[in-house]
């Protein structure tokens, strides 16, 4: 049974995938535990599953065994529509693909997810804007930004509907150390005012000990 203090507790999750005539296991019985308002770094080489388990855990796949409970929750086990509707009201995603919609503008991409959520603040979302340097940039479109200015907006979308989980994937990489250590101390700024969790991969040794701690996955398991 998962810790009862925990907002998301992983567990013997496994996954593997097909290549040719083979199966490349690329988890192996990955067990993590995130507590509410803790912040995580997740380390490990290129290929190492870094990117699967974020998948997995925000729903966009399913492991083959295995349960990702959010509280009492098993996202594993929900209908498709179901695991959307969570992504939509509790998660926020910040991918390497930044996936901003080409036709809104920076301003209304920024309140996308939080206004379909039914959750936008108009005073969190001007604080958003400021500190993250978009003010601007809101009436231009996705095309017409530079790959970190996108990454900002990503960052900010994702922030936008105050999620109960953060998941980020590199969320900082395609900024300068500057940008990258400001945008950092606003995600972890909205863990400690919201008790938000926060799971990040990252690279970056300098990054990862800014947060609370870190964990390293190699071989497919958590070590």
Not at 21 to 29: E, F, M
């Amino acid at each position: 049974m998962a810790d009862r203090a925990a907002m998301l507790s992983v567990s013997g999750l496994t996954k593997s995938y097909r290549s040719g005539q083979d199966s490349v296991a690329v988890l192996r019985g990955v067990d993590l535990v995130l507590a509410p308002g803790e912040s995580v770094a997740l380390t490990g080489e290129s290929g190492s599953g870094k990117s699967t388990l974020l998948h997995l855990i925000a729903g966009l796949d399913q492991p083959d065994r295995g349960t990702i409970r959010f509280g009492e929750q098993d996202i594993a086990q929900l209908a498709d529509a179901e695991r959307a509707a969570f992504r939509r009201d509790r998660l926020g995603l910040v991918f390497q693909q930044f996936n901003l919609i080409p036709s809104l503008t920076v301003a209304d991409n920024l309140a996308f997810q939080s206004r379909l959520a039914g959750r936008h603040d108009a005073a969190w979302h001007a604080e958003l804007i400021e500190r993250l340097g978009l003010g601007a940039l809101l009436k231009r479109y996705p095309e017409q930004l530079s790959g970190g200015q996108q990454q900002r907006v990503a960052i900010g979308r994702a922030l936008a509907v105050k999620p109960v989980l953060l998941l980020a994937d590199e969320p900082t990489g395609n900024l300068d150390e500057d940008t990258a250590d400001s945008v950092l101390a606003l995600a972890t700024d909205l863990v400690r005012r919201t008790g938000c969790g926060f799971l990040m991969v990252t690279h970056s040794e300098r990054l990862a000990g800014m947060l609370d701690r870190r964990v390293h996955l190699h071989a497919g398991l958590i070590r």
